[in-house]
Protein backbone atom coordinates (compact mmCIF):
# COMPACT_ATOMS: atom_id res chain seq x y z
CA UNK A 1 0.00 0.00 0.00
CA UNK A 2 0.86 3.11 -0.47
CA UNK A 3 2.22 6.00 1.70
CA UNK A 4 0.90 9.25 1.39
CA UNK A 5 1.97 12.39 2.87
CA UNK A 6 1.80 16.15 2.04
CA UNK A 7 1.30 19.30 3.30
CA UNK A 8 -0.04 23.24 2.81
CA UNK A 9 1.80 25.85 5.11
CA UNK A 10 -0.75 28.20 6.84
CA UNK A 11 1.07 31.49 5.26
CA UNK A 12 -2.26 32.97 4.30
CA UNK A 13 -5.63 32.17 3.34
CA UNK A 14 -6.04 29.04 1.22
CA UNK A 15 -6.68 30.04 -2.71
CA UNK A 16 -7.91 28.05 -5.67
CA UNK A 17 -4.52 27.15 -6.48
CA UNK A 18 -3.69 25.27 -3.49
CA UNK A 19 -7.20 24.00 -3.99
CA UNK A 20 -7.01 22.41 -7.35
CA UNK A 21 -3.11 22.37 -7.25
CA UNK A 22 -2.98 20.34 -3.99
CA UNK A 23 -5.57 19.88 -1.77
CA UNK A 24 -8.45 18.60 -3.67
CA UNK A 25 -6.13 15.96 -4.50
CA UNK A 26 -5.48 14.68 -1.16
CA UNK A 27 -9.03 13.30 -0.79
CA UNK A 28 -8.90 10.37 -3.10
CA UNK A 29 -6.36 8.88 -1.47
CA UNK A 30 -7.40 8.08 1.60
CA UNK A 31 -9.61 5.40 0.36
CA UNK A 32 -6.76 3.57 -0.92
CA UNK A 33 -3.54 4.47 0.99
CA UNK A 34 -1.99 5.58 4.48
CA UNK A 35 -2.12 8.98 4.37
CA UNK A 36 -0.71 11.73 6.04
CA UNK A 37 -1.82 15.11 5.80
CA UNK A 38 0.03 17.77 7.65
CA UNK A 39 -0.48 21.80 8.47
CA UNK A 40 3.37 22.57 7.75
CA UNK A 41 3.46 26.09 10.62
CA UNK A 42 7.24 25.63 10.30
CA UNK A 43 7.60 26.23 7.33
CA UNK A 44 5.53 29.07 7.00
CA UNK A 45 7.41 30.94 9.87
CA UNK A 46 10.75 30.56 7.23
CA UNK A 47 8.83 34.28 6.46
CA UNK A 48 8.14 36.61 9.37
CA UNK A 49 4.31 35.76 10.91
CA UNK A 50 2.36 37.36 13.39
CA UNK A 51 2.16 34.52 16.56
CA UNK A 52 -1.99 34.97 16.58
CA UNK A 53 -2.96 35.18 13.07
CA UNK A 54 -0.37 31.87 12.24
CA UNK A 55 -2.41 30.51 15.57
CA UNK A 56 -5.69 31.06 14.01
CA UNK A 57 -4.54 30.40 10.78
CA UNK A 58 -3.00 26.57 11.79
CA UNK A 59 -6.91 25.65 13.43
CA UNK A 60 -8.22 27.41 9.94
CA UNK A 61 -6.54 24.99 7.68
CA UNK A 62 -7.18 22.21 9.48
CA UNK A 63 -10.85 22.44 9.37
CA UNK A 64 -10.50 23.56 5.31
CA UNK A 65 -9.00 20.30 5.22
CA UNK A 66 -11.66 17.95 7.08
CA UNK A 67 -14.13 20.61 4.87
CA UNK A 68 -12.97 20.04 1.88
CA UNK A 69 -13.54 16.00 2.78
CA UNK A 70 -10.64 14.65 4.78
CA UNK A 71 -12.16 11.94 7.09
CA UNK A 72 -9.65 12.07 10.47
CA UNK A 73 -10.83 8.20 10.06
CA UNK A 74 -9.06 7.24 7.16
CA UNK A 75 -6.06 9.75 7.37
CA UNK A 76 -4.15 11.20 9.80
CA UNK A 77 -4.49 15.01 10.31
CA UNK A 78 -1.84 16.57 12.15
CA UNK A 79 -0.01 20.08 13.14
CA UNK A 80 3.78 19.86 12.10
CA UNK A 81 4.83 21.71 15.63
CA UNK A 82 3.50 19.00 17.43
CA UNK A 83 6.14 16.70 16.15
CA UNK A 84 8.99 17.28 17.23
CA UNK A 85 10.84 14.74 14.98
CA UNK A 86 10.05 17.18 11.76
CA UNK A 87 12.41 19.77 13.41
CA UNK A 88 14.93 17.22 14.59
CA UNK A 89 15.24 15.20 11.16
CA UNK A 90 15.02 18.43 9.62
CA UNK A 91 18.20 19.55 10.74
CA UNK A 92 19.91 16.54 9.74
CA UNK A 93 18.90 16.89 6.42
CA UNK A 94 20.27 20.26 6.19
CA UNK A 95 23.39 18.43 7.32
CA UNK A 96 22.93 16.45 4.84
CA UNK A 97 22.74 19.63 1.90
CA UNK A 98 25.09 21.71 -0.05
CA UNK A 99 24.77 25.63 0.20
CA UNK A 100 25.32 25.48 -3.79
CA UNK A 101 22.42 23.49 -4.49
CA UNK A 102 19.90 25.61 -2.05
CA UNK A 103 20.81 28.78 -3.54
CA UNK A 104 19.86 26.64 -7.21
CA UNK A 105 16.41 26.52 -5.83
CA UNK A 106 13.86 28.73 -7.83
CA UNK A 107 11.69 28.93 -5.09
CA UNK A 108 14.23 30.04 -2.63
CA UNK A 109 15.56 32.89 -5.27
CA UNK A 110 12.37 34.46 -5.63
CA UNK A 111 10.94 34.27 -2.34
CA UNK A 112 14.57 35.65 -0.99
CA UNK A 113 14.11 38.48 -3.53
CA UNK A 114 10.58 39.57 -2.54
CA UNK A 115 11.63 39.12 1.15
CA UNK A 116 14.80 41.28 1.01
CA UNK A 117 12.52 43.87 -1.42
CA UNK A 118 10.00 43.92 1.91
CA UNK A 119 12.00 43.45 5.20
CA UNK A 120 15.23 44.34 3.73
CA UNK A 121 16.77 40.77 4.75
CA UNK A 122 16.92 37.18 3.41
CA UNK A 123 15.54 34.53 6.69
CA UNK A 124 17.48 31.86 6.57
CA UNK A 125 15.04 29.49 6.53
CA UNK A 126 14.00 30.43 3.30
CA UNK A 127 16.96 28.73 2.20
CA UNK A 128 16.56 25.51 4.57
CA UNK A 129 12.91 25.01 3.35
CA UNK A 130 14.02 22.51 0.74
CA UNK A 131 15.61 19.96 3.94
CA UNK A 132 12.45 20.42 5.94
CA UNK A 133 10.59 19.43 3.41
CA UNK A 134 12.73 16.69 3.02
CA UNK A 135 12.84 15.51 6.67
CA UNK A 136 8.88 15.63 6.77
CA UNK A 137 8.28 13.44 3.84
CA UNK A 138 10.87 10.80 4.69
CA UNK A 139 9.95 10.12 8.27
CA UNK A 140 6.69 8.31 7.17
CA UNK A 141 8.55 6.29 4.96
CA UNK A 142 6.36 8.07 1.74
CA UNK A 143 5.71 6.71 -1.22
CA UNK A 144 4.41 9.13 -3.14
CA UNK A 145 3.58 12.94 -2.58
CA UNK A 146 0.63 14.61 -4.32
CA UNK A 147 1.91 17.93 -4.70
CA UNK A 148 0.97 20.93 -7.34
CA UNK A 149 3.65 20.98 -10.51
CA UNK A 150 5.31 23.80 -8.87
CA UNK A 151 6.99 21.75 -6.62
CA UNK A 152 8.74 19.48 -8.82
CA UNK A 153 12.73 20.98 -8.16
CA UNK A 154 11.45 20.43 -4.25
CA UNK A 155 10.91 16.64 -4.57
CA UNK A 156 13.99 16.22 -6.70
CA UNK A 157 16.06 17.55 -3.88
CA UNK A 158 14.00 15.23 -1.32
CA UNK A 159 14.83 11.95 -3.28
CA UNK A 160 18.41 13.33 -3.55
CA UNK A 161 18.85 13.97 0.02
CA UNK A 162 17.30 10.51 0.88
CA UNK A 163 19.88 9.32 -1.54
CA UNK A 164 22.74 11.16 -0.39
CA UNK A 165 21.84 9.87 3.26
CA UNK A 166 21.47 6.02 2.85
CA UNK A 167 24.42 5.96 0.86
CA UNK A 168 26.56 7.14 3.60
CA UNK A 169 24.73 5.99 6.17
CA UNK A 170 22.64 2.83 5.53
CA UNK A 171 19.41 2.40 3.89
CA UNK A 172 17.08 4.19 6.15
CA UNK A 173 14.37 6.28 3.92
CA UNK A 174 12.00 5.12 1.04
CA UNK A 175 12.73 7.30 -1.97
CA UNK A 176 9.19 9.24 -2.41
CA UNK A 177 7.98 9.74 -6.08
CA UNK A 178 5.91 12.83 -6.94
CA UNK A 179 2.04 12.71 -8.09
CA UNK A 180 0.59 15.78 -9.78
CA UNK A 181 -2.57 16.75 -11.28
CA UNK A 182 -2.87 15.36 -14.81
CA UNK A 183 -2.68 18.74 -16.99
CA UNK A 184 -0.80 20.49 -14.35
CA UNK A 185 -2.83 22.19 -13.02
CA UNK A 186 -0.77 25.31 -11.64
CA UNK A 187 -3.13 28.15 -11.53
CA UNK A 188 -1.55 31.59 -12.22
CA UNK A 189 -2.49 35.33 -11.42
CA UNK A 190 -5.59 36.60 -12.20
CA UNK A 191 -3.57 40.00 -12.83
CA UNK A 192 -0.22 38.81 -13.76
CA UNK A 193 -1.14 35.25 -16.00
CA UNK A 194 3.21 34.98 -15.71
CA UNK A 195 3.01 34.59 -11.74
CA UNK A 196 1.15 31.60 -9.88
CA UNK A 197 -1.51 32.53 -7.84
CA UNK A 198 -0.14 32.65 -4.35
CA UNK A 199 -1.68 32.90 -0.83
CA UNK A 200 1.02 35.75 0.40
CA UNK A 201 0.75 38.39 -2.83
CA UNK A 202 -0.07 41.47 -1.90
CA UNK A 203 -2.56 42.40 -4.52
CA UNK A 204 -6.00 41.05 -3.22
CA UNK A 205 -7.32 41.14 -6.86
CA UNK A 206 -4.71 38.54 -8.36
CA UNK A 207 -6.06 35.90 -6.12
CA UNK A 208 -8.88 33.80 -4.91
CA UNK A 209 -9.40 32.99 -1.85
CA UNK A 210 -11.22 29.39 -0.93
CA UNK A 211 -13.33 31.72 1.64
CA UNK A 212 -13.78 34.18 -0.46
CA UNK A 213 -17.79 35.51 -0.03
CA UNK A 214 -19.65 34.88 -4.02
CA UNK A 215 -19.33 38.72 -4.45
CA UNK A 216 -15.98 38.80 -4.44
CA UNK A 217 -15.19 35.58 -6.72
CA UNK A 218 -17.83 37.83 -8.86
CA UNK A 219 -15.46 40.73 -8.91
CA UNK A 220 -12.28 39.29 -8.90
CA UNK A 221 -13.07 36.96 -12.14
CA UNK A 222 -14.75 40.29 -13.46
CA UNK A 223 -10.87 42.22 -13.53
CA UNK A 224 -9.35 39.34 -14.04
CA UNK A 225 -6.56 40.05 -17.37
CA UNK A 226 -7.65 39.03 -20.26
CA UNK A 227 -6.89 40.44 -24.21
CA UNK A 228 -8.28 42.27 -26.87
CA UNK A 229 -8.64 38.92 -29.11
CA UNK A 230 -12.20 38.15 -27.66
CA UNK A 231 -12.17 34.54 -28.45
CA UNK A 232 -12.43 32.22 -25.74
CA UNK A 233 -8.79 30.09 -26.73
CA UNK A 234 -6.00 28.17 -25.06
CA UNK A 235 -2.96 29.53 -25.67
CA UNK A 236 -0.54 30.75 -23.33
CA UNK A 237 1.56 32.74 -25.16
CA UNK A 238 -1.05 34.72 -27.20
CA UNK A 239 -3.77 34.44 -24.30
CA UNK A 240 -2.24 33.98 -20.90
CA UNK A 241 -4.63 35.72 -19.11
CA UNK A 242 -7.45 33.57 -20.86
CA UNK A 243 -5.72 30.18 -20.53
CA UNK A 244 -5.11 30.22 -16.84
CA UNK A 245 -9.23 31.12 -16.67
CA UNK A 246 -9.64 28.06 -18.81
CA UNK A 247 -7.58 26.37 -17.16
CA UNK A 248 -9.73 26.94 -13.91
CA UNK A 249 -12.61 26.17 -16.03
CA UNK A 250 -11.22 22.62 -17.41
CA UNK A 251 -10.02 21.69 -13.59
CA UNK A 252 -13.51 22.58 -12.01
CA UNK A 253 -15.73 21.14 -15.10
CA UNK A 254 -13.77 17.95 -16.10
CA UNK A 255 -13.87 19.37 -19.38
CA UNK A 256 -11.10 19.73 -21.93
CA UNK A 257 -9.90 22.56 -23.69
CA UNK A 258 -11.39 22.28 -27.03
CA UNK A 259 -14.57 21.33 -25.74
CA UNK A 260 -14.63 24.86 -23.77
CA UNK A 261 -13.59 26.20 -27.06
CA UNK A 262 -16.78 24.82 -28.73
CA UNK A 263 -19.01 25.70 -26.13
CA UNK A 264 -17.74 29.48 -26.29
CA UNK A 265 -17.01 29.84 -29.92
CA UNK A 266 -18.52 33.43 -30.63
CA UNK A 267 -19.95 34.18 -27.27
CA UNK A 268 -17.14 36.64 -25.57
CA UNK A 269 -15.52 36.44 -22.25
CA UNK A 270 -18.47 38.13 -20.32
CA UNK A 271 -20.45 34.95 -20.27
CA UNK A 272 -17.27 32.72 -20.41
CA UNK A 273 -16.41 34.45 -16.93
CA UNK A 274 -19.79 34.35 -15.73
CA UNK A 275 -19.78 31.02 -16.06
CA UNK A 276 -16.37 30.02 -14.33
CA UNK A 277 -17.65 31.95 -11.36
CA UNK A 278 -20.86 29.91 -11.15
CA UNK A 279 -18.32 26.67 -11.44
CA UNK A 280 -16.31 28.34 -8.75
CA UNK A 281 -19.04 28.92 -6.14
CA UNK A 282 -21.01 26.19 -6.98
CA UNK A 283 -17.64 24.06 -5.77
CA UNK A 284 -16.47 26.02 -2.36
CA UNK A 285 -20.00 26.47 -0.83
CA UNK A 286 -20.45 23.28 0.47
CA UNK A 287 -16.89 23.32 1.97
CA UNK A 288 -17.56 26.60 3.12
CA UNK A 289 -20.84 25.47 4.58
CA UNK A 290 -18.34 22.96 6.58
CA UNK A 291 -15.65 24.98 7.42
CA UNK A 292 -18.23 27.40 9.40
CA UNK A 293 -19.80 24.52 11.40
CA UNK A 294 -16.00 22.99 12.16
CA UNK A 295 -13.72 26.23 13.22
CA UNK A 296 -15.03 26.59 16.63
CA UNK A 297 -16.00 23.07 17.55
CA UNK A 298 -14.32 21.24 20.13
CA UNK A 299 -14.14 18.46 17.44
CA UNK A 300 -11.03 20.15 15.90
CA UNK A 301 -8.95 19.57 18.85
CA UNK A 302 -9.78 15.76 18.98
CA UNK A 303 -9.34 15.04 15.55
CA UNK A 304 -5.89 17.01 15.57
CA UNK A 305 -4.79 15.12 19.38
CA UNK A 306 -5.79 11.54 17.75
CA UNK A 307 -3.53 13.13 14.42
CA UNK A 308 -0.44 14.13 16.77
CA UNK A 309 -0.82 10.75 18.44
CA UNK A 310 -0.37 8.47 14.91
CA UNK A 311 1.61 10.93 13.41
CA UNK A 312 4.30 11.08 16.31
CA UNK A 313 4.47 7.01 16.32
CA UNK A 314 5.68 6.80 13.14
CA UNK A 315 7.79 9.24 12.61
CA UNK A 316 9.70 8.44 15.83
CA UNK A 317 10.52 4.64 14.34
CA UNK A 318 11.95 6.53 11.35
CA UNK A 319 13.60 9.52 13.52
CA UNK A 320 15.29 6.43 16.06
CA UNK A 321 16.63 4.54 12.87
CA UNK A 322 18.07 7.61 11.23
CA UNK A 323 19.82 8.90 14.69
CA UNK A 324 21.61 5.82 14.74
CA UNK A 325 22.12 5.28 11.45
CA UNK A 326 24.33 8.59 11.89
CA UNK A 327 25.78 7.92 14.85
CA UNK A 328 23.63 10.48 16.77
CA UNK A 329 23.34 8.42 20.23
CA UNK A 330 25.52 7.56 23.24
N1 LIG B 1 -1.02 28.50 -7.97
C1 LIG B 1 -0.94 27.20 -7.68
N2 LIG B 1 -1.35 26.27 -8.59
C2 LIG B 1 -1.29 24.96 -8.28
N3 LIG B 1 -0.84 24.48 -7.12
C3 LIG B 1 -0.44 25.36 -6.18
N4 LIG B 1 0.05 25.22 -4.94
C4 LIG B 1 0.30 26.44 -4.42
N5 LIG B 1 -0.01 27.39 -5.30
C5 LIG B 1 -0.47 26.76 -6.41
C6 LIG B 1 0.22 23.95 -4.27
O1 LIG B 1 -0.30 24.08 -2.95
C7 LIG B 1 0.43 23.23 -2.08
C8 LIG B 1 0.73 23.93 -0.81
O2 LIG B 1 1.52 25.02 -1.00
P1 LIG B 1 2.23 25.68 0.25
O3 LIG B 1 1.27 26.42 1.05
O4 LIG B 1 3.00 24.66 1.02
O5 LIG B 1 3.28 26.59 -0.41
P2 LIG B 1 3.33 27.32 -1.73
O6 LIG B 1 3.46 26.39 -2.87
O7 LIG B 1 4.43 28.31 -1.56
O8 LIG B 1 1.90 28.02 -1.80
P3 LIG B 1 1.58 29.53 -1.90
O9 LIG B 1 0.10 29.67 -1.97
O10 LIG B 1 2.38 30.16 -2.99
O11 LIG B 1 2.04 30.03 -0.48
P4 LIG B 1 2.96 31.23 -0.10
O12 LIG B 1 2.36 32.41 -0.78
O13 LIG B 1 2.90 31.29 1.38
O14 LIG B 1 4.32 30.88 -0.59
C9 LIG B 1 1.65 22.75 -2.83
O15 LIG B 1 1.44 21.40 -3.19
C10 LIG B 1 1.69 23.61 -4.06
O16 LIG B 1 2.19 22.91 -5.16
Redesign the pocket.
Known sequence: MDVIF????P??S??L??Y????RNFIPFQEKAECYYCI?NQ??IT?PQEAALLHERTRNLAALYIACGMDPKKATIFVQSEVPEHALLGWMMICTSYVGEMERMT?YKS?ARKEEAKEGFIPLGLMTYPPLMAADILLYQTTLV??????TQHMEITRDLAERFNRKYGEVFTLPKMWAPQGG????SLQDPSS??????DNEWATIHMLDDTDTIVKKIKRAVTDSLGHVHYDKETQPGVSNLMSIYAALSGKSYEDIERDYEGKGYGIFKKDLTDLIVGEMAPILERYHELTGSPELDRILDEGREKAEAKAHATYTRAIHAMGLYR
Do not use: C, F, Y
Not at 6 to 9: N, P
Not at 146 to 151: L, S, T
Not at 196 to 201: A, E, F, L, P, T
Open positions: SGIQSGLTGNLGALVHAVQKPVGEDQARVMKMSKSD
